[in-house]
T-cell receptor
Framework: GQNIDQPTEMTATEGAIVQINCTYQ??????LFWYQQHAGEAPTFLSYNVLDGLEEKGRFSSFLSRSKGYSYLLLKELQMKDSASYLCAVRDSNYQLIWGAGTKLIIKP | GAVVSQHPSRVICKSGTSVKIECRSL??????MFWYRQFPKQSLMLMATSNEGSKATYEQGVEKDKFLINHASLTLSTLTVTSAHPEDSSFYIC????????????FGQGTRLTVV
């Protein structure tokens, strides 16, 4: 079966760095996405990785290792507004998005 | 960036009535749109794939006669929850991509449905 695993919840301190991991087992691979979702709102796109390596975009970076079926989202200089759920999703061989359950990130002052 | 608009954002309806939710791609054509359902503290669950000009493809366990999907144009898909029950209360979200398989999916704002 297809499976996306990510931690259920993480806590970090304002101004610090946090890494959210995602491991996947899917039928084929056509890219991995990270989305941010605030409570009661739709997800918003953060990053896309299709090749191995690190993609940096401002305070957010995303890493992919296809051989390991592994990705992480790195958030730097954490702000209170970063408190949200972070969803990892993989596009499989049928170009369907397979979603992880999301990681709830709690930022403390 | 691409924009997907979903309407209404919130709706309260009585049991037994039907509710229609619209999903529009505002600045691109979408031959395929996706409808998701999300329960509190859970991830997105794909309900169906909406294909322009043809029948939608429903995921296992989703009743196609209850959740009617119409994708009449390249920019509009509708989801109608028929004979709504309180257990249909949920957050419904649509998404679409501009067509390039390497682009991300853009989401509508979501619709919070409450059936009383």
């Amino acid at each position: 079966g297809q499976n996306i695993d990510q931690p259920t919840e993480m806590t970090a301190t304002e101004g610090a760095i946090v890494q959210i991991n995602c491991t996947y087992q899917t039928s084929g691979f056509n890219g991995l996405f990270w989305y941010q979702q605030h409570a009661g709102e739709a997800p918003t796109f953060l990053s896309y990785n299709v090749l191995d390596g690190l993609e940096e975009k401002g305070r957010f970076s995303s890493f992919l290792s296809r051989s390991k079926g592994y990705s992480y989202l790195l958030l730097k200089e954490l702000q209170m507004k970063d408190s949200a759920s972070y969803l990892c999703a993989v596009r499989d061989s049928n170009y369907q998005l397979i979603w992880g359950a999301g990681t709830k990130l709690i930022i403390k002052p | 960036g691409a924009v997907v608009s979903q309407h209404p954002s919130r709706v309260i309806c009585k049991s037994g009535t039907s509710v229609k939710i619209e999903c529009r791609s505002l600045d691109f054509q979408a031959t395929t749109m996706f409808w998701y359902r999300q329960f509190p503290k859970q991830s997105l669950m794909l309900m169906a794939t909406s294909n322009e000009g043809s029948k939608a493809t429903y995921e296992q366990g989703v009743e196609k006669d209850k959740f009617l999907i119409n994708h009449a144009s390249l920019t509009l898909s509708t989801l109608t929850v028929t004979s709504a029950h309180p257990e249909d209360s949920s957050f419904y979200i649509c998404s679409a991509s501009p067509g390039d398989v390497n682009t991300e999916a853009f989401f509508g704002q979501g619709t919070r449905l409450t059936v009383v």
